[in-house]
């Protein structure tokens, strides 16, 4: 493949984040997505949108202006969204560079998307998973995101074949991911991939994306507070007695 005619769908970009993996981190949020979270605080990256179209070269000409910071920390480069993996081509020549330049890689995914060549190029040099867990109910995970979840467990699973690292991470949105019962699901779901999950992250819900969706001529769609700290630190503790070490961001 050349590299000369890549070119990606970019919402943003944000240089010196330390929540998006190890370190500190250069994070590119890709346009598009195959999915409609109800608590999505992107919309704004769900479609194409060609104002932010940037080449190979030059996203990798930023990048490794900030090599001593990813040096130093032990950070590097995350690919966000929106879905990364929808532009697939582009992450994996991407990555790709990133590793001749010595930079760690992760992907920050949801996991719903074919397992196409291109995705397999991509996992092939990315170092870190960051997966996005919406809910393990196929029922619940399609009135939450609008899809199955079937893809997403199929990711997984190829993942752990490939013996990835994998950092869980759950959105927790109370009437849908809060519930002690739904975590005990969770955890016991997450067992078979024990081997291959180095963290799980907490996420509580926001309303921060709220009016992104009203600017957007959109009806936002959940009428829930976010979780209170008590049910916060009761899924930390959850998590932690299963083994994982746990961030609650």
Not at 220 to 227: A, D, G, H, S
Request: hydrophobic content about 35%; aromatic content about 10%; overall charge positive.
């Amino acid at each position: 493949m050349g590299t000369k005619t890549k070119l990606a769908y970019i919402h943003s970009i944000l240089t010196g984040a330390t929540v998006d993996g190890p370190g500190v981190r250069y994070v590119i949020f890709f346009q598009m997505c195959p999915l409609r979270c109800k608590y999505c605080h992107n919309p704004d990256t769900w479609a194409k949108n060609s104002l932010g179209i940037k080449t190979l070269e030059s996203v990798l000409a930023d990048i490794l202006k900030y090599k001593s910071f990813f040096n130093f920390s032990g950070g590097g480069v995350t690919a966000s969204g929106g879905e990364p993996l929808l532009q697939a081509e582009f992450c994996a020549e991407l990555f790709k560079k990133l590793k001749e330049n010595s930079i760690h890689t992760a992907l920050d995914t949801c996991g719903c998307v074919e397992i196409d060549n291109n995705v397999i190029n991509t996992i092939d040099y990315t170092d870190l998973v960051l997966l996005d867990i919406k809910h393990t109910d196929t029922t619940a995970h399609k009135d939450l995101t609008g899809k199955d979840n079937e893809a997403a467990k199929e990711f997984l699973k190829y993942l752990y074949k490939r013996n990835k690292k994998v950092w869980i991470r759950q959105v927790i949105v109370p009437g849908y991911t809060a519930e002690v019962k739904y975590i005990e699901g969770l955890i016991d779901y997450l067992k078979d991939y024990r081997s291959i999950i180095e963290k799980a992250e907490l996420l509580p819900y926001h309303k921060m994306g709220q009016k992104k969706w009203e600017k957007l001529g959109l009806k936002y769609p959940l009428n829930v507070e976010p979780p209170d700290r008590k049910t916060l630190e009761t899924i930390k503790e959850m998590f932690e007695k299963a083994g994982y070490e746990t961030l609650l961001n």
